[in-house]
């Protein structure tokens, strides 16, 4: 099973939305919550090129936010990267 990392906000429907969905496929994540840390903010930033959140990645490689990763879904592309490990 891929690596998934999720950068979120405490309140932020979005990054519920995408947590539900990995959670509904019984996928573990690392949460990186950027909630009042500039820092890893920065680090989520610099890491994915944007600027809100959710910013999602798989085996460290940046696929974007809530409505890339269901689009993903959608094409039936998200359960082959994320079992592409």
Same mark, same amino acid.
Request: glycine share 8%.
């Given at each position: 099973?891929?690596?998934?990392t999720?950068y979120?906000?405490?309140?932020c429907?979005f990054?519920i +939305?995408a947590?539900m969905?990995?959670?509904?496929? @019984?996928?573990?994540?690392?949460?990186? %919550?950027v909630? !009042?840390?500039?820092?890893?903010?920065?680090?989520?930033? +610099?890491?994915?090129g944007?600027?809100?959140?959710p @910013?999602?990645?798989?085996d460290e490689t %940046?696929?974007g !936010?809530c409505?890339d990763?269901?689009?993903?879904?959608?094409?039936?592309?998200?359960?082959?990267?994320?079992?592409?490990?």
């Amino acid at each position: 099973m891929a690596e998934v990392t999720i950068y979120t906000t405490r309140w932020c429907p979005f990054c519920i +939305r995408a947590k539900m969905l990995l959670d509904h496929k @019984q996928v573990e994540y690392t949460e990186i %919550p950027v909630d !009042g840390d500039p820092e890893k903010r920065q680090e989520m930033t +610099r890491l994915s090129g944007g600027h809100t959140v959710p @910013q999602i990645f798989i085996d460290e490689t %940046p696929i974007g !936010g809530c409505d890339d990763m269901f689009a993903l879904e959608r094409q039936g592309q998200l359960d082959e990267l994320l079992n592409a490990s």
